[in-house]
């Protein structure tokens, strides 16, 4: 009877658990297969140092900014041809820029860090009037006439917040609101935002993604938050009515897809768990099906496929040192340095020869076949206290090992 009951309470712990994070798919489980990552183009050096803030593509161009001493140079490479990258301008910059967030919209560059917004047209290399923000930038997202700026938390009780200036008045920008984030005494930051019509949306990494409607920029209206209890959160893409947020949670660790078409009231359609590590160094870029995630902290390149948003399945991950990534199209991947760049053909799409064997994490007993057994021998070294049964790898067997197990069968077994 001891063994009935504590077979019962793991079996509703592990619903729960399922529950709470969202719908589990067999693809998301399944081995990751790969891509045909084919170098068709390059430009500069590869091997100098590399920051994730220190690159940024933009409508056929590649802004390659390198802090030198009291100056830095900013490099643009065309990438109309992808397979014959071209330098068209270079400028030696005034400023000290340090490594911040970059950006580039209507013959504008930006680059915030350390408090400043420091602003330089294109055509001519000229430098406008610098802003002071409100704190030190930890995103930035530029819009029109309007600059979105997410901060870091500088001390022990600050939960980070946003600004938002205008700058339509190039030689005068003005601060339009700056507003904490709430509560403001959890600590934290704004790991990400950005801006859907109406609506900006804000990812603190302990808190959520925040949401307002910025319909009078002056006036933010609070729309309400998502979030997982205990979770943390990194990446934010958005693509037609649809974000893309990683988190990670109890342990596993993925991608919620949700459905924002109605920003007043988000829904978790979709997840990839336990199979897309998260990392606060992290930078994203979403084009068609397709998203890339760049972790430049492990040198670690990963690719989504995001054609069915209730199941985006990893398809590729691989070692880089270039860690700004840009889907160009559905076809064609830059990864960006500060000193250099290269271009990839991803044309001949996913899967093939390159796939490797399958291994079924929940096949317990190793003979490539899912049955009784394998549940009987998993529940033998849970109660046993043994390693096998640590299926999220953290050290511990609690109900998200045994989440993971169900799903892992379930999945594996329609194979």
Request: glycine share 10%; with cysteine; proline share 4%.
């Amino acid at each position: 009877m001891r063994i009935r009951s504590t077979l019962d309470s793991m079996l509703n712990a592990s619903v729960i658990g399922v529950c709470a994070m969202g719908m589990l798919s067999a693809a998301a489980m399944a081995q990751d297969g790969c891509v045909d990552l084919r170098l068709i183009g390059s430009y500069g050096d590869i091997d100098g140092s590399l920051y994730s803030a220190s690159a940024v593509y933009e409508d056929g161009y590649a802004y390659l900014l390198r802090p030198a001493g009291y100056q830095a140079e900013l490099k643009i490479i065309d990438l109309h041809d992808p397979s014959s990258p071209e330098l068209v301008q270079s400028y030696e910059l005034s400023s000290s820029l340090g490594w911040g967030r970059l950006a580039v919209s209507d013959g504008v560059f930006y680059s915030a860090s350390s408090g400043r917004l420091i602003r330089y047209r294109l055509d001519d290399g000229t430098a406008l009037p610098e802003y002071h923000t409100s704190d030190i930038v930890s995103r930035m997202v530029v819009q029109g006439d309007q600059v979105y700026l997410g901060f870091f938390d500088l001390d022990e009780n600050g939960s980070g917040g946003f600004e938002i200036v205008d700058v339509s008045d190039e030689n005068n920008p003005v601060r339009v609101v700056s507003e904490a984030i709430e509560p403001v005494n959890a600590a934290g930051e704004v790991v990400d935002l950005d801006v859907d019509g109406t609506t900006l949306y804000i990812t603190h990494n302990y808190l959520g993604l925040y949401r307002y409607d910025i319909s009078d920029p002056a006036s933010p209206r609070f729309l309400g938050r998502y979030t997982l209890y205990g979770a943390e959160y990194s990446s934010l893409s958005i693509n037609g009515g649809v974000a893309y947020l990683a988190t990670a949670h109890g342990g596993i660790e993925g991608l919620l897809t949700l459905d924002i078409g109605d920003p007043s009231e988000v829904l978790l359609v979709g997840t990839s768990l336990s199979e897309i590590p998260l990392q606060r160094g992290q930078a994203s870029s979403l084009g068609g099906n397709l998203l890339a995630l760049s972790y430049w902290d492990f040198n670690e390149l990963r690719i989504v496929d995001v054609s069915d948003p209730q199941f985006p399945e990893q398809v590729f991950v691989v070692d880089t040192r270039l860690h700004a990534p840009a889907l160009i199209n559905e076809e064609t991947l830059v990864l960006m340095s500060s000193d250099g760049l290269r271009v990839y053909d991803l044309g001949a799409g996913f899967g093939g020869d390159c796939r490797p064997p399958v291994e079924i994490p929940c096949d317990m007993d190793g003979n490539e076949a899912l049955n009784w057994l394998d549940t009987s021998l998993f529940l033998e070294a849970y109660l046993s206290d043994q390693a096998e049964a640590d299926f999220n790898g953290d050290g511990q067997l609690d109900r998200f090992d045994v989440s993971l197990f169900l799903v892992c069968y379930a999945a594996y077994s329609d194979l």
